[in-house]
T-cell receptor, first 112, second 117 residues
Framework: AQSVAQPEDQVNVAEGNPLTVKCTYSVSGNPYLFWYVQYPNRGLQFLLKYITGDNLVKGSYGFEAEFNKSQTSFHLKKPSALVSDSALYFCAANDAGNMLTFGGGTRLMVKP | GAVVSQHPSWVICKSGTSVKIECRSLDFQATTMFWYRQFPKQSLMLMATSNEGSKATYEQGVEKDKFLINHASLTLSTLTVTSAHPEDSSFYIC?????????????FGSGTQLSVL
């Protein structure tokens, strides 16, 4: 069975500092990987995805993620955090059968 | 941890029939649930926001008469795909919002793969 893990329930970072939100996956075959963000009282918003190609994927709002096959990771990164980035972040993975699995989510708190 | 149960996981149906998908929050009350669909290699698309005791809020372009949503209790929301056609074949997933002392969090069902023949 496939699984997605986000090992940190919460990540705290100061505004202007780089941030990383971790995600590891276990999927048979080649994975399709996604990052989503949830702001309070809203549904999920798509940030970026990896299907194939360049391991470094750039997405919305200055976020990027690096696909690392050997470590089965897809960590979300941003060079300089903003207070407005504070939200819940979800990593997700598709297998070849298109079943989607989400990680448990990581709350990002950016302090001024 | 909180669990959201989505049923069925797989469904194959004939064109013209209706299919009901259930989303249950097993250990918390969810006043709000979200329904999404996903096409292969694409990101999730929010279809509608389901609010307990009131009408669902549909996203632009989603036919409310085709995708009927009922959120009759604090632990159950259903999505009915009426008169399904092959183009409705997709992966549907629900999420339930839990609100608490540490803020709100989303929990996801395991999804439903719908194939319409």
């Amino acid at each position: 069975a496939q699984s997605v893990a986000q090992p940190e329930d919460q990540v705290n970072v100061a505004e202007g500092n780089p941030l990383t939100v971790k995600c590891t996956y276990s999927v048979s075959g080649n994975p399709y990987l996604f990052w989503y963000v949830q702001y309070p009282n809203r549904g999920l918003q798509f940030l970026l995805k990896y299907i194939t190609g360049d391991n470094l994927v750039k997405g919305s709002y200055g976020f990027e993620a690096e696909f690392n096959k050997s470590q089965t990771s897809f960590h979300l990164k941003k060079p300089s955090a903003l207070v407005s980035d504070s939200a819940l972040y979800f990593c997700a993975a598709n297998d070849a059968g298109n079943m989607l699995t989400f990680g448990g989510g990581t709350r990002l708190m950016v302090k001024p | 941890g909180a669990v959201v149960s989505q049923h069925p996981s797989w469904v194959i149906c004939k064109s013209g029939t209706s299919v009901k998908i259930e989303c249950r929050s097993l250990d918390f009350q969810a006043t709000t649930m979200f329904w999404y669909r996903q096409f292969p290699k694409q990101s999730l698309m929010l279809m509608a926001t389901s609010n307990e005791g009131s009408k669902a809020t549909y996203e632009q372009g989603v036919e409310k008469d085709k995708f009927l949503i009922n959120h009759a209790s604090l632990t159950l929301s259903t999505l009915t795909v009426t008169s399904a056609h092959p183009e409705d074949s997709s992966f549907y997933i629900c999420s339930a919002r839990r609100q608490g002392g540490k803020g709100e969090k989303l929990f996801f069902g395991s999804g439903t793969q719908l194939s319409v023949l």
